[in-house]
């Protein structure tokens, strides 16, 4: 079975700086995806940016990227020039490869972004 | 033009009733799931279901099952509705063997209080 832990419950930024949201995570499977999903106060869960665990190369999504340390299990979310927008609970989400997949989700960052 | 969308939004029901989520997706996906988020916003897997398999996660009570009368709907079915039932349903999709194979797109969620 595999574990997610966001060990940050809570984190603030000011506007137009950078924040980093830390996830840990455990396996034993060798093929896997990660992910960070975004759930604004709408509830609704935004996919934020997606990591394939073969890949060396960090993901990136415009303001957002990931630093992969796979043999650490680490997959921390960084946001540049953060904007009011961006204040939401950040959940960090493993899948393994494979059908019907179930996603394992960390239990959450709720991310303040202070103007 | 919505991908994943789940009807109702909200359900408030009492204690001992049978009630159902429904859920649809327009995204061509063949596979589908449904999460329970609880109060302190931790999100698990409920099932996931495709035309090859069901799988249940274990902790899911028999008082839930998914339904799907085609691969474009999956719909949550609750018989004697209890007090820790109350949650919010996320129902999310993805395609299986894609490049963005576990990539899970989710619905708005259904918020379920239980009197």
């Known amino acids: 079975a595999q574990t997610v832990t966001q060990s940050q419950p809570e984190m603030s930024v000011q506007e137009a700086e950078t924040v980093t949201l830390s996830c840990t995570y455990d396996?034993?499977?060798?093929?896997?995806?990660l992910f960070w999903y975004k759930q604004p106060p709408s509830r609704q869960m935004i996919l934020v940016i997606r990591?394939?665990?073969?890949?060396?190369q960090n993901a990136t999504e415009n303001r957002f990227s990931v630093n992969f340390q796979k043999a650490a299990k680490s997959f921390s979310l960084k946001i540049s020039d953060s904007q009011l927008g961006d204040a939401a609970m950040y959940f960090c989400a493993f899948g393994p490869s494979g059908s019907a997949r179930q996603l394992t989700f960390g239990s959450g960052t709720q991310l303040t972004v202070l103007p | 033009d919505t991908a994943v969308s789940q009807t109702p939004k909200y359900l408030v029901t009492q204690m001992g009733n049978d009630k159902s989520i429904k859920c649809e997706q327009n995204l061509g996906h063949d596979t589908m799931y449904w999460y329970k988020q609880d109060s302190k916003k931790f999100l698990k897997i409920m099932f996931s279901?495709?035309?090859?398999?069901?799988?249940i996660n274990e902790t899911v009570p028999n008082r839930f099952s998914p339904k799907s009368p085609d691969k474009a709907h999956l719909n949550l079915h609750i018989n004697s509705l209890e007090l820790g039932d109350s949650a919010v349903y996320f129902c999310?999709?993805?395609?299986?063997?894609?490049?963005?194979?576990?990539?899970?797109?989710f619905g708005p969620g259904t918020r379920l209080t239980v009197l």
């Open positions: 990591q394939e665990a073969y890949k060396q």
């Open positions: 999310a999709s993805s395609q299986d063997g894609s490049s963005k194979e576990n990539e899970q797109f």
């Open positions: 396996t034993s499977e060798s093929d896997y995806y």
């Open positions: 279901y495709n035309n090859k398999e069901l799988i």
